[in-house]
């Protein structure tokens, strides 16, 4: 009886004026997508689900994403890992909030900074993989999460949202937005504490994952004008830490992001410019020392480990969209200037470096249609150039992106070939042979190919998805503390399956099914390789309701111990008292059998998504 | 011809969401029964290409060019047509900023506030134009905004 509910979804039959509402408010956040379906396989978490979900941070949200899993890594940063490896490279993900690319410049990811950002302010999230994000300018990756902010054509009015949970974490969000009559404004504010289940690690030290984080965030626009600007900062206890014995006795991450972004839309040309300022300080303590890199040799800092990262990021692009009968096409070109600078202290070392990347792109993203747009042919290519204001040598690359996108009856056929490279974190170059990492400015990028086959067949009420994905990358980096960062020579293959299943009872009532199960060449389990998740989404009156469960199996590590199996079952439901007040309930994880993330330093494994019931209330006025 | 063109564009572009134009459609129709229960055909002019779309389908709705001549008036984002001699015909608006704006002339309307669909009559302008709604419709009736 314990998933009752789970396979009760309720059907609406009356079509009275109020439930009208709900089911165009349900459709229409269908259609404010923005998705390219050329640019690799879209996955949408619509408003709608958002707030069925009451979801309230990002992780609850990429936790969904089929063949990945969004684990936490040893020093209190979540990271994807793809069924059956371990972590992925930081830099195959870029985030995007709108058009702004949230990508630091020292780790070429949005992931050490954003990973747990707040979402009361998302309208809604696209999600692309086995993309190579030309269609989308900027640096390379593939897999991009675009974040998509609430308009205040729809939202003008103010909101409040407070959050309280069981183990003890409490947040506020806070919107207002409005329009004029040339332009419209959005404003949001944001504050958590978030806490977590502190499991034992040892007699003394218990597993401290907490974190602090605050988000202001505003967007202006005046007729083709507009502007955004955002503030995040965050803190995070350390975890488990990179110590020698993964007993940490003090340490953590402080780091913020500033941002503006100008864009200017005149008929089909847009115009941008932004300006980026990150810092990130993350500094470690251990009870048997920190390793760290002392001129070539592996030393162990036994009182101070200590980074800091500071970015700067000018950038600058412009693309304009053609429209030719049925010919499309996007071409652009992009200038970025990004710095990171580092100071380190390591007990008595000290280290004081920096470097500048400029990087010039041009791309194109050319579409034609074929018999009435029955067929579409995708083209896309893309040239990037780097240049560092030191030795490094300069770099050259492109990307190749090209597909087929058949619909015939109720059926769409896609099939695509990607050759494109994954940019390398600059931490990794530079400084050469201080501390705290020996690095290798002659680092080749991670290269890949990458061949993605999928079938959609739509009815009336359902939609079934099957595809199919087979990678081989080269140039995987790697790290030894003799050896520093190096290339691996060998090819690495991956296969992936993946099903989505969605049926619609209504618009207000559905369900979402997703099978996946993935082998890479290696014969590798470094994590579950396969995996089901189940939604069921539905509303009735004042109530909403939503119920998950996420299936991961089990594996056993290269070096010895077995991981079980998980079932995290969880459920949320709102009451609205009013079309203005509504008050939710969330249980996650209620049987406290969730994925474990294991480590391969330690035999321990650690809960990713802990147990917890979490109180909503939502007021608009 | 601007608003023909914005309309076929627009009906490429909406077929993927038909259910939103089809329940934008019924919302419409109950309010326009609601409004003139005892007409049998009713003369619409919209200033939104994407509610004309909705509009086009129902029976008894005919879609006129000039504001002059309709009997029911949706304007969007524009309140410069509202001259008195329109005011005395049955203003919506899709917009909650213009209703507020124009609470005078504008008698209510179905728009986007607080990121959710609504619908609005106000109470006195109701009563100007001597319409009684329907019992459930009563819920939508304000007296202040």
């Known amino acids: 009886m314990r998933y009752f509910a789970l396979f009760l979804p309720f059907v609406l039959l009356s079509a009275d004026l109020s439930t009208l509402l709900q089911k165009y408010k349900a459709s229409s956040d269908l259609s404010a997508l923005t998705k390219k379906e050329s640019a690799g396989i879209v996955q949408v978490f619509t408003r709608q689900e958002l707030e069925a979900m009451q979801a309230y941070t990002l992780k609850d949200v990429l936790k969904l994403i089929p063949l990945l899993h969004y684990t936490i890594a040893p020093n209190n940063l979540y990271l994807f890992s793809l069924a059956s490896m371990s972590y992925l490279p930081t830099n195959i993900l870029r985030i995007y909030i709108d058009d702004h690319d949230i990508t630091s410049a020292t780790f070429t990811s949005a992931l050490p900074i954003w990973s747990d950002m707040p979402i009361e302010f998302v309208d809604h999230i696209e999600i692309y993989k086995a993309s190579a994000s030309i269609e989308f300018g900027n640096e390379p990756a593939s897999l991009i999460i675009r974040i998509y902010t609430k308009t205040p054509e729809r939202d003008s009015g103010n909101k409040l949202r ?6 003890g974490s409490k947040g506020i969000d806070f919107y207002q937005a409005d329009t004029t009559d040339k332009g419209s404004y959005f404003l949001y504010a944001h504050g958590d504490l978030l806490r977590y289940k502190k499991e034992r690690r040892t007699v003394r030290y218990r597993i401290d994952r907490d ?21 995040y900062h965050t803190h995070r206890h350390p975890f488990l830490g990179y110590g020698k014995a993964l007993i940490p006795t003090g340490g953590g991450l402080g780091a913020a992001h500033d941002y503006v972004h100008y864009q200017y839309k005149k008929k089909d040309t847009t115009t941008e410019f932004s300006i980026d300022s990150l810092t990130y300080d993350r500094s470690y303590k251990d009870v048997q020392g920190v390793y760290y890199n002392d001129h070539g040799h592996a030393k162990l800092a036994q009182q101070e480990w200590f980074t800091h990262y500071r970015d700067t990021i000018f950038y600058a692009g412009i693309h304009h969209d053609f429209i030719w009968r049925d010919f499309e096409a996007t071409v652009g070109a992009l200038f970025k200037n990004k710095k990171s600078a580092q100071k380190g202290k390591f007990d008595s070392l000290r280290s004081d470096a920096s470097l500048t990347k400029q990087m010039y792109s041009l791309y194109s993203d050319l579409r034609q249609y074929f018999s009435n747009h029955q067929t579409m042919f995708f083209l896309s290519l893309k040239g990037d150039l780097y240049r560092f204001n030191t030795t490094i040598p300069q770099r050259k690359k492109l990307i190749i992106r090209t597909g087929l996108i058949y619909n015939f009856a109720h059926t769409r056929v896609k099939a695509s070939f990607t050759k494109s490279y994954l940019p390398i974190e600059m931490y990794r ?8 990492y020996i690095t290798n400015p002659y680092l ?7 061949l993605h086959l999928e079938s959609i067949y739509n009815a009336k009420n359902w939609k079934f998805c099957i595809r199919y994905s087979y990678k081989q990358a080269k140039n995987f980096v790697h790290y030894s503390p003799s050896q520093g960062f190096y290339n691996r020579k060998d090819l690495i ?8 299943w969605r049926y619609y009872f209504d618009p207000l009532n559905f369900i979402i099914l997703n099978i996946y199960g993935a082998r890479n060449s290696r014969h590798l389990h470094y994590s579950p390789d396969f995996g089901i998740n189940l939604q069921t989404f539905n509303q009735w009156e004042r ?3 939503y119920n998950e469960l996420i299936y991961k199996n089990g594996y056993e590590k290269k070096r010895g111990g077995k991981i079980a199996h998980s079932l995290a079952y969880s459920i949320a439901l709102k009451y609205n008292f009013t079309p203005d007040l509504a008050l939710g309930l969330k249980a996650q994880n209620i049987t406290d059998s969730g994925f474990r993330q294991a480590f391969s330093q330690i035999e321990q494994s650690v809960e990713v998504y802990d147990r917890r019931i979490m109180a909503n209330v939502e007021y608009t006025f | 011809m601007i608003r023909i063109i914005s309309l076929l564009f627009l009906t490429a572009l909406f077929v993927y969401s038909e259910g939103m134009i089809q329940i934008q459609k019924e919302i419409y129709t109950q309010i326009l029964s609601a409004l003139l229960p005892k007409r049998r055909s009713i003369k619409i002019w919209a200033q939104n290409p994407r509610t004309l779309l909705a509009l086009q389908n129902i029976p008894f709705v005919h879609i006129v060019s000039k504001p002059q001549k309709a009997d029911v008036l949706i304007i969007y984002k524009d309140n410069r047509i509202l001259s008195p001699q329109i005011c005395n015909k049955i203003v919506l608006s899709e917009s909650y900023r213009l209703i507020k704006q124009k609470k005078e002339c504008i008698l209510g309307g179905f728009f986007w506030h607080k990121g959710r669909p609504n619908i609005i009559f106000l109470e006195q302008n109701l009563y100007k134009h001597h319409i009684r709604l329907p019992k459930e419709m009563e819920q939508f009736i304000e007296d202040e905004l």
Request: hydrophobic share 35%; charged share 20%; proline share 6%.
């Open chain 1, 162 to 167: 407070a959050i309280l949970d069981s183990k």
């Open chain 1, 211 to 231: 974190s602090d984080d605050t988000l202001f965030f505003g967007k202006f626009t005046h007729q083709s004008q507009s502007i955004e600007a955002a503030h």
């Open chain 1, 429 to 436: 170059l530079y400084p050469n042979s201080t501390a705290p």
């Open chain 1, 444 to 450: 080749k990028p991670l290269s890949y190919k990458l």
């Open chain 1, 493 to 500: 293959y991956l296969q992936v399956l993946e099903n989505e």
């Open chain 1, 543 to 545: 109530w909403t309701l």
